[in-house]
C-alpha cells in the first residue's frame, strides 16, 4: 500500500509565497511520477506540476515561472514551492503518485490541503 501524506497549505496574501510537502510512505519503489493537482470550487480537478524520477517536469501554464516542483528520491518525498501567489490559485491541492510518467495521472492520492489566497 501507498500512503501519501501532505502538509503546508494555509492562508496567504496575493503576492505571498508558500511551500506544500508530500510524503510517500509503504511500497513506493514502483513511483515514478509524483505532483500535485488542484480543484477549486465548481471547477475540474486540474494538473499543477508533476516530476519523474528522473527530473523531467512538466507545469500548468498559470503556474509557470511562479511555481517549482522539487524532488528527494531518498526521502520519497515532493515539495511545491508557490510564489507571486494569486487568488486564482485558491483551491484543494492535492498530491499525486503512480508508475506512470508525466502525461498519465497517479493512482495514489493525498488527502487534500487548502489554500486560500485572498486579495
Known amino acids: 500500500q501507498v500512503q501519501l501524506v501532505e502538509s503546508g497549505g494555509g492562508l496567504v496574501q496575493a503576492g505571498g509565497s508558500l511551500r506544500l510537502s508530500c510524503a510517500i510512505s509503504g511500497s513506493s519503489a514502483s513511483i515514478n511520477a509524483m505532483g500535485w493537482y488542484r480543484q477549486a470550487p465548481g471547477k475540474q480537478r486540474e494538473l499543477v506540476a508533476k516530476i519523474t524520477r528522473t527530473g523531467s517536469t512538466k507545469y500548468a501554464d498559470s503556474v509557470k515561472g511562479r511555481f517549482t516542483i522539487s524532488r528527494d528520491n531518498a526521502k520519497n518525498t515532493v515539495s511545491l514551492q508557490m510564489n507571486s501567489l494569486k487568488p486564482e490559485d485558491t483551491a484543494v491541492y492535492y498530491c499525486?503518485?503512480?508508475?506512470?510518467?508525466?502525461?498519465?495521472?497517479?493512482?495514489?492520492w493525498g488527502q487534500g490541503t487548502q489554500i486560500t489566497v485572498s486579495s
Open positions: 499525486n503518485a503512480g508508475p506512470y510518467g508525466l502525461g498519465i495521472v497517479g493512482v495514489y
